[in-house]
C-alpha cells in the first residue's frame, strides 16, 4: 500500500478494459444493494483513477452497471464548474453523489463558498479532506480543528457536513494520544471522521472500536480490503483479506450512523483489471452484508 494526494491528475497503474457482458442498467439497478436495513454502496472513483482520466462518462457508465447505488468523487474530469451537467449525468445513470474528496483549502473564504454551490448542484453532501499535513503537526493540528468547526457551522443549515479521512499517519501520538482522537475531540460532533478502515487496521489499530468510540461520526466509511503482514493466503479483495468486514459493517449500522459505505480498491493483484478487482469486491462487500 502506499499513500497518496487524490486528485484529477491520470495517476493509472494499466489501461481500462471495456465492460464486457454488462446487464442493461435497468436490471443492475433492481439487483442493488437497497434493502431497508442495508446501508447504500458506493464507490471511490479513485479505484478507477486511470479510467476515469480516460473517459470520465465511461466510467461512470461502468460503475453503474456494475450496480453500485453512488459515487465518491476524487477530481471531476472535465465537470469542474458544470454541476447542473454532472448532475444530469449521474440522474441519467441512477447514480447519487455520496461524497467527494477535496482540499482543506476549500472549506474557507470564497473557496468554501463555491465549493457549496458546485456541490449542491450535483446533490452531494458530504466534502471530506483526504489529507493535509497540518493534520499532524502538534500546533497546526488545532487550527486545522478549527477550520473544519467552522466550515460545519456554515454546512449544517444546507444538510451539508464537512469530515477528514485518515491514512496510517493520523494514528501517529503527541502527548499519549493519537493526532485521530485529538481532532476528534477538538472538533463537533458533526464533522465526520471518515474511517478508512483498511488504514486503520493496516495502523494496527481496530477500526470497529473506532467507529463505537465516536458514534454518530461514522457518516461516511472506507471499506477498502487490506491483507495484514504476514497473513498467508489473503489477498486484496473485500471478503479474501485481513479486515474483519462483518464486524466493521455491524458497527456502522449500529453505532456509527453511517448514510454511505464507500468501496475503495487501491491495489489489483493476479494481474487483473482495476475494474475487475472493483467487481470481485464489490460482490464480496455483497457476500458479507448477506
Known amino acids: 500500500m502506499t499513500n497518496r494526494t487524490r486528485g484529477g491528475g491520470a495517476l493509472?497503474?494499466?489501461?481500462?478494459?471495456e465492460v464486457t457482458a454488462a446487464a442493461p442498467l435497468a436490471m443492475a439497478a433492481a439487483a442493488r444493494v437497497r434493502a431497508d436495513s442495508a446501508i447504500p454502496?458506493?464507490?471511490?472513483?479513485y479505484s478507477l483513477r486511470g479510467d476515469c482520466q480516460a473517459d470520465f462518462d465511461a466510467c461512470l457508465?461502468?460503475?453503474?452497471?456494475m450496480g453500485f447505488t453512488g459515487v465518491e468523487f476524487a477530481g471531476y474530469f472535465g465537470y469542474a464548474g458544470r454541476g447542473a451537467e454532472l448532475r444530469k449525468r449521474l440522474d441519467g445513470l441512477g447514480l447519487?453523489?455520496?461524497?467527494?474528496?477535496?482540499g482543506a483549502d476549500q472549506l474557507q473564504?470564497?473557496?468554501?463558498?463555491?465549493?457549496?454551490?458546485?456541490?449542491?448542484?450535483?446533490?452531494?453532501r458530504?466534502?471530506?479532506?483526504?489529507?493535509?499535513?497540518?493534520?499532524?503537526?502538534?500546533e497546526k493540528s488545532k487550527a486545522l480543528a478549527e477550520t473544519?468547526?467552522?466550515?460545519?457551522?456554515?454546512l449544517a443549515p444546507l444538510g451539508m457536513a464537512c469530515g477528514y479521512h485518515n491514512h496510517t499517519a493520523e494514528f501517529k501520538t503527541d502527548g499519549g494520544k493519537t493526532f485521530w482522537d485529538l481532532f476528534a475531540e477538538r472538533t463537533k460532533k458533526e464533522v465526520i471522521l471518515q474511517q478508512d478502515c483498511g488504514w486503520t487496521f493496516a495502523a494496527g489499530h481496530d477500526p470497529v472500536a473506532y467507529v463505537k468510540k465516536y458514534p454518530g461520526r461514522s457518516r461516511t466509511v472506507h471499506f477498502k480490503p487490506t491483507v495484514r503482514e504476514g497473513d498467508a493466503g489473503k489477498k486484496p479483495i473485500l471478503a479474501l483479506d485481513s479486515v474483519p468486514w462483518r464486524q466493521?459493517?455491524?458497527?456502522c449500522r449500529s453505532d456509527g450512523g453511517t448514510e454511505w459505505i464507500v468501496l475503495e480498491q487501491e491495489l489489483y493483484p493476479d494481474g487483473k483489471t482495476p475494474a475487475e478487482c472493483v467487481k470481485e469486491s464489490f460482490a464480496g462487500l455483497k457476500r458479507v452484508i448477506a
Open 248 to 251: 466493521v459493517y455491524d458497527a
Open 109 to 124: 473564504g470564497d473557496a468554501l463558498k463555491q465549493a457549496i454551490e458546485f456541490h449542491q448542484a450535483i446533490g452531494c
Open 96 to 102: 447519487k453523489a455520496a461524497g467527494t474528496h477535496i
Open 148 to 154: 473544519f468547526n467552522r466550515a460545519a457551522e456554515q
Open 41 to 45: 454502496i458506493a464507490l471511490q472513483l
Open 12 to 17: 493509472s497503474r494499466r489501461s481500462f478494459l
Open 126 to 138: 458530504f466534502l471530506v479532506v483526504p489529507s493535509s499535513r497540518d493534520f499532524t503537526d502538534p
Open 61 to 65: 457508465d461502468a460503475v453503474s452497471r
